[in-house]
Every structure is written in C-alpha cells, then in structure tokens.
C-alpha cells in the first residue's frame, strides 16, 4: 500500500478540518469527492507533508512523514499539484519544471530529458520557452501538472487539476491520469463528479472532515439507484444520497 | 510564435519521400532527446557556485529566486544605506548603523514564506528542506545587507565621520543580527511576512527610543557595547525560535 492512513485528524485552532480519516490505497486512480470544506484539500496537504495531522498514524510509500530522512524519500517520490499554485512569472514554463526537478532532488543528468517528457506530457511542447506570465488559466494548469509529474511520482497528489482546463483538455487529462495510475498510486481531490467516473478507479467522498463512503464508482453509482436523489447523472445521485444519507 | 522562437518548429518535416522516417525510429523519443538539449537551461556562474558551495543544484536555484535579492530590492537596499552615509558624513549622527537593522530584518521577513514566494506551498512538499531553503535564504540576505553597511560605513568613514571603525561596524552589525533574528521567527511562526516586517520594525523602533529615553541620546543603542551581549543573547533565543517552528512533528501524537 503506498497510502496507510489511521485515525487522522487535523485542527486549525477550534475547527476540526479532518476527523478521523482512516485510508489504505496501492496503485491506481483515487478521487477524493466532497462538498466545498468537506476537508480534501487539507488531507491531500497532510498526504503532501507539507503540514502534519494533529493525531493520528501516517505512512506514505511504506515511510513515516514524520522523520527527516523517510520525509525526504518521500518527498522525492511525490508529485503534488496545490489548489492554488503560485508561479514565478518571469520563468519560463521548461524553466518552472526544471526549478522543481531541481528541488525534487533529481539527478541532474536526467532532468532535461524528464522536463522536456513531462511538457510534452501536458501539451505545452509549443509554449515550452515562454513566460509564464503571458500564458492563460489553463496553461499555467497544466504547468502545475507538468510540475508534479516530472519525477515520475510513485504517489502523485492533484488537487482540482482540472479547474480552468477546456473540455478537451480535461479529456486529454483523464487520459494522462489513467496513464499515470497505472504505475503510481493517483489522488486526485476534485468536486467534478464527472472527472471520478471518467478517471477513477476507486472513490472516497467526503463530508465534515469524514470519509462517508469508500468504494468503486459503480458502487457510488448503485447508492444512488431508487432513492430520488438530485443529479443528472448517475454517479451524482449516488453522490447526493451518500451525502443526504450521511447528513440525515 | 514561429518555430525558431520556440525551438520546435525547425523539425518539422517538408511534405516528401525525404521526410518520412523510416520504421525503426522513433519520432517522438528522437523529439524528446532534441527538446531536452533545446530547452536546457544554463546556470550562471552565481548559480554555478553556489551549487558547488551548499552541494545541492536545487538549494542553490532556490537561493537565487530569493524575493529579497532581486534586482529591485538590492537597489531599493543600496540607495537607503547610501543615503544613510551621506546623512553620518554630514551630520556625525551614525544613521548607516541606525537604519540598517530595520533594512535588513525587512530582507529577511521577505526571503521566505507563504504571499511572498509564489510557490511556497509547493516548496514545503520538496525533498530540498523548506528549513534549509529558508535558512541560506536569509544567511544570504543577511550576509549581502552585512556587506552594504560595511560599505556604507566605510563610505561615511571616509567621509570624515567620527567614531572608530570598529564602533562603528559593530555598533550596527551586532543590533541587526537581534532585529533579523527576531524578524526571522515572528515572520516563521505567524507565517506572514508583514508580521516579520513589523515586529522587527517595532523592536527596532522601541529599542532606539528606549535607549534616548534612558540616556537622552537615540543613538545609544548603536553605541553602546554593553548592549553586544544581550543583543547576541536575544538573536540565538529568536533563530531558536524560527529553528522550533519549522520542525515538522512525528505523524502520531
């Protein structure tokens, strides 16, 4: 299992952001569903290291997070892409994957080819040696992407990767994803029920800090059969019931 | 965007017998490998020197993306030290050593964290320590602003200022180690650069008029060695403190 999570929880002062999150998952495409608050982002931030659970037992790749050295092995098996992604606008987009290759701790030697693998990856070939401040919403997206996967990550972590990307491009995406999961264990936290059904191979959805269903897209997709719930779609009225269920 | 500009276009092949590859190539490995070469960037000397220095390429990148060492900054650094020779050699008050402090723990409130370096919560998931990215950024920031006020200093020296150069440099140099210290930790815990920024202003600031209200003389603080040791006493408890704040606890409690 390159995920093992035990009864994490994380605080921030008074607000309990994740209650009790229990998790084991190998290779493949996760997604983590759940309403806005619902505590993804901050688990995927405890799965990335950069903060750590208030209580609770943790182990990533078969290592502790807590430890310097298993933290930094860690680190450089991992590929993470933040809701919210700053960028450097004066570097170029080869320029931002190679920044990140460099602080991955790659071998020199092979980061040109890795960035040049991970651009083409996303599609950005053309824009490869352009500012990244010209580029749009959409483009720095899949800078971020680009980013995350040059290492080849064996634990790849995307929160709301395809926020801005066009139709087409988030089919492309789901594409990559499944690519990705066949090697690496892929957690991809997303409100767009669409992307799990399309992607997923397994699915959490969460609510107020707990995961209230864990199960395959079928099995979402069953929960929602019979019971009324809103949706257009299949896997959303299995979304809704397992939330109203939760709620209730 | 043409071809040449993005170094892509060149290898498109014209329509004809020649440009078909035969089977046993592979386009798109044979592509990669060109990218790679055409997309590499070369570290400058700086960078160069640096990576051999701290023996990490990615540590010395990240030195260099530095937000308090850009070109702007070192400017904006250079021209309030210069004004402060001008002003000591004018005036015999040692304003270079008063003014430097709050200059320097400025730098270091915005060497590092969350709102000042764009990618900071990225930076916190690398295999290069967040810590250590932080700690040469700010040996860095301070080690540069140490040399404009020895500049500076030796400027207003020249000049015809009074005092020994001793006093002098280590009237300031000794205070702005406390007062970066001291930047360095509230900008960690609170995580916020401004927060750095102001308690190191705010320290700085009630020191200096602690010491005219003590005395009757602002410049006390700068002047007197007695103060050396507590000075070097408060900066080890805020590095201390800044040290304590990145440490990232086990994952169970």
Redesign the interface.
Known sequence: MNVEITGVTRRFGRNQAVAGVDLETGPGVFGLLGPNGAGKTTLLRMM???I????????LLGR?????GP???I??R?G?L?Q??????GFTV??FV???A????MP?ARI??A???A??RVDL??????KLRTLSGGMLRRVGIA?AIVNEPELLLLDEPTAGLDPEQRVAFRALLRDLGQRATVIVSTHLVEDVGAACTEVALMDAGKIVFHGTPAELTARGEGHGAAGDAPLERGYSAVLAEARS | ?SGA????GDLTFPRGTWGVAPADVDLSRV???V???V???QPGWLERLAGRALR???LA??LL?TPSLLLGWVIATVAVLGAGAAATSWTGTPWVALCAPAVAGAGIAYAYGPGI?????????????DRMVLLVRALAVFGLDAVLGLAASAVALAAGSSGSAVTVTFGWLVPMTAVCALALAAATVARSAMVGLAAGLAAWTITVLSGQSASGRFTVVVTDSALILPYLAFAAACTAVAWYATL??????
């Not at chain 1, 750590?52 to 182990?59: C, D, E, I, K, V």
């Not at chain 2, 500009?5 to 892509?8: K, P």
């Not at chain 2, 370096?117 to 320590?129: G, I, K, N, Q, R």
């Open positions: 990335a290291t950069v750590s659970p208030s209580s609770g037992r943790m182990r502790d997070p807590g430890g310097y933290r930094r092995e680190r450089r991992l993470y933040p919210s992604l700053g960028y450097y606008p080869a320029e190679e920044y990140f460099l602080l991955k701790e020199p040109p080819g960035v040049a693998a651009v083409e070939g053309r824009k490869a040696r352009v980013q | 965007m500009e993005n170094g892509r592509w990669l490998g990218a790679a070469e997309w590499a960037r990490s390429p990615g990148r990240a993306t370096d764009p990618a900071w919560e990225l930076s916190c998931s690398m295999a290069v320590s990232i606890p086990r994952g169970t409690s």
